[in-house]
Nanobody, 123 residues
Framework: QVQPVESGGGLVQAGGSLRLSCAAS????????MGWFRQAPGKEREFVAA????????LYVDSVKGRFTISRDNAKNTVYLQMNSLAPEDTAVYYC????????????????WGQGTQVTVSS
């Protein structure tokens, strides 16, 4: 099992950057694909990015390609989401999640979820 805990959210102006971190407990962190999801007010939670356990493959939703970068440090049991060129439409609660035998965007396959961190982008 892993238990993700997000940090790094906050308030930023449009065009700015933030880096989210997700620290996960457990000795098998590298066995899990990790994903970032977000939920804006009044909207359903959506996929943002994912990375394989090895870190060898990544996947992004089209709206963040070229702006966001997901990475991981398995020695630190941590996954990151570097967010650049932020826009007001990126405002949401961002969640980190872990999937043991799946790599992709379908959140139904992610078994372990953090509590979320708020990202607010002002115009």
């Amino acid at each position: 099992q892993v238990q993700p805990v997000e940090s790094g959210g906050g308030l930023v102006q449009a065009g700015g950057s933030l880096r989210l971190s997700c620290a996960a407990s457990g000795r098998t962190f590298s066995s899990y694909a990790m994903g970032w999801f977000r939920q804006a007010p009044g909207k359903e939670r959506e996929f943002v990015a994912a990375i394989r356990g090895s870190g060898g493959s990544t996947l992004y939703v089209d709206s963040v390609k070229g702006r966001f970068t997901i990475s991981r440090d398995n020695a630190k049991n941590t996954v990151y989401l570097q967010m650049n060129s932020l826009a007001p439409e990126d405002t949401a609660v961002y969640y980190c999640a872990a999937a043991r035998y799946f790599f992709g965007a379908d959140q139904r396959y992610y078994s372990y979820w953090g509590q979320g961190t708020q990202v607010t982008v002002s115009s």
